[in-house]
């Protein structure tokens, strides 16, 4: 239906992990096994910060909206894979393909603009200290985090409009396991120009800015640590700060090797697994990080056990 004949593309196939062959069932039970975990782990974050009164800080506030964008997120690409992995159908219509292309825009840049937030929050707690309750009351948190689903929304409008407007004629084939814009804009025909400044964009303004963001707020973080005259009371004020500063590594640390990889550099395979970490692994250790490296999230937890029991 889809040779190079110029009949325009309806669906797309995607190829995903099919040189697996009859190998995938091993992937689809790690992949289902890795999502049931997510969706448990921060499922139990946000059900603790609602609950338990000494999680109403907002850098709880912000930790319970990072978890319900991680399971939006995970939610918008591994169903789906899980289906093409079990059932070998890996058609997927153009329209929903655009579909989870804007979702998957969506959730990833809001992700990363509150991870950013998250970190203002960390700076300003450590060295805005006395400001800290005027800088970060319930109405900036709430600001802020709806500034994050408003990127979110703004970007993944502007991104899937650009891309899924192209032309598309001929070959219909993705080598990925879901429709991200990279492998979907090499498929279009015609002037992709405004896809790859579109892209270009995304990147600058929603990978490389937050990190700088994020890398600046740490830089202050630390000068200030330093300040700090005694061993213990520098290490108090650190541990607050690594849960964050481990998920910004994990998460932008794939991420920008996926989207800043130069293209020469480029395998598909290399691209898939880089993105299967980001969209699915990376997302199941946020909860383990936050909560085994936390203790007033251990102690929230502990309680409500023990009342229940």
């Not at 994020?214 to 213990?232: E, H, Q």
């Not at 500063?245 to 395998?267: C, D, E, H, Q």
Request: with cysteine; proline share 3%.
């Amino acid at each position: 239906m889809d040779d190079d004949n110029g009949t325009a593309v309806t669906e797309f196939i995607l190829l995903g992990f099919s040189y697996l062959g009859s190998q995938q069932w091993i992937l689809f039970w790690g992949v289902l096994f890795v999502y049931l975990v997510t969706l448990l782990g921060n499922s139990l974050i946000i059900t603790l910060t609602l609950l338990d009164s000494a999680l109403s800080t907002p850098m709880y506030f912000f930790l319970r909206h990072l978890s319900v964008i991680e399971i939006l997120y995970t939610t918008t690409v591994v169903p789906r894979m899980l289906t093409d992995l079990l059932f070998s159908h890996p058609a997927i219509s153009r329209a929903s393909c655009c579909t989870q292309l804007y979702f998957f825009a969506l959730f990833g840049i809001a992700e990363c603009c509150l991870l950013s937030a998250m970190a203002y929050d960390r700076y300003a707690a450590i060295c805005q200290p006395l400001h800290y309750t005027m800088l970060m009351n319930r109405q900036v948190c709430v600001s802020m985090v709806g500034a994050c689903y408003l990127m979110g929304f703004t970007t993944g409008t502007t991104d899937s409009i650009l891309i899924c407007t192209l032309p598309f004629q001929g070959t219909n084939i993705i080598h990925h396991f879901l429709c991200e814009n990279l492998p979907v804009l090499r498929l279009a025909n015609g002037d992709t120009f405004r896809g790859k400044i579109g892209n270009l964009t995304f990147t600058l303004l929603f990978i490389i800015t937050p990190f700088a963001l994020i890398l600046f707020s740490y830089v202050r973080i630390l000068i200030t640590i330093l300040g700090v005259a005694s061993a213990k009371g520098r290490q108090k004020v650190f541990s607050t700060c690594s849960s964050h500063l481990l998920v910004v590594i994990l998460f932008f640390g794939t991420g920008s090797l996926a989207y800043m990889k130069p293209g020469s550099n480029r395998t598909q395979d290399s691209d898939q697994i880089l993105s299967l970490f980001y969209t699915v692994i990376t997302p199941m250790f946020n909860p383990f990080i936050y909560t085994l490296r936390n203790k007033e999230v251990m102690g929230a937890l502990k309680r409500k056990v023990t009342k229940h029991l």
